[in-house]
């Protein structure tokens, strides 16, 4: 019996692993009371800088994020970020950058949003205090 439960738990293991290697292990196994975050730029290139200082304040907000900066397509992060669970999905491109606000996307919705960066702050933290 504890020879099976091992080799389960060594199997749940490497998963695990694998997972965190490719970058998809993250706010699911968050803790309790904390609001998550993900940025999703649109294009490393153009906005790379913008969604690190965007990642940047909302750290220092206390939102726990992660920065999605994998060389997959925008959709393929869409899609894998509604996946995993994430409270807040923030996508960011040239309208959000020339205009300085934020795309987001709350879990629990079908479609982005607009806020100015410090309203955001004001709702993660207020849903941070009602969790």
Same mark, same amino acid.
């Given at each position: 019996m504890q020879n099976s439960f091992q080799s389960l738990n060594e199997e749940m293991l490497k998963k695990d692993l694998q997972e965190f290697m490719e970058g998809r292990l993250n706010s699911v196994q968050k803790e309790e009371g904390?609001?998550?975050?993900?940025?999703?730029?649109? &294009?490393? +290139?153009?906005?790379?800088?913008? #969604?690190? =200082?965007?990642?940047?304040?909302?750290?220092?907000?206390?939102?726990?994020?992660?920065?999605?900066?994998?060389?997959? &397509?925008? +959709?393929?992060?869409?899609?894998? #970020?509604? =996946?995993?669970?994430?409270d807040y999905v923030v996508s960011l491109g040239d309208k959000e950058k020339e205009y300085y606000y934020l795309s987001v996307r709350e879990k629990s919705a079908v479609k982005f949003e607009f806020f100015w960066l410090g309203d955001f702050i004001k709702i993660a933290r207020k849903r941070r205090h009602s969790l």
């Open positions: 904390v609001v998550s975050a993900i940025i999703l730029p649109h &294009s490393e +290139e153009d906005h790379s800088e913008f #969604a690190a =200082e965007i990642a940047r304040k909302l750290k220092q907000a206390g939102v726990h994020l992660k920065l999605d900066e994998r060389n997959l &397509s925008y +959709e393929q992060k869409l899609n894998e #970020a509604v =996946e995993e669970g994430w």
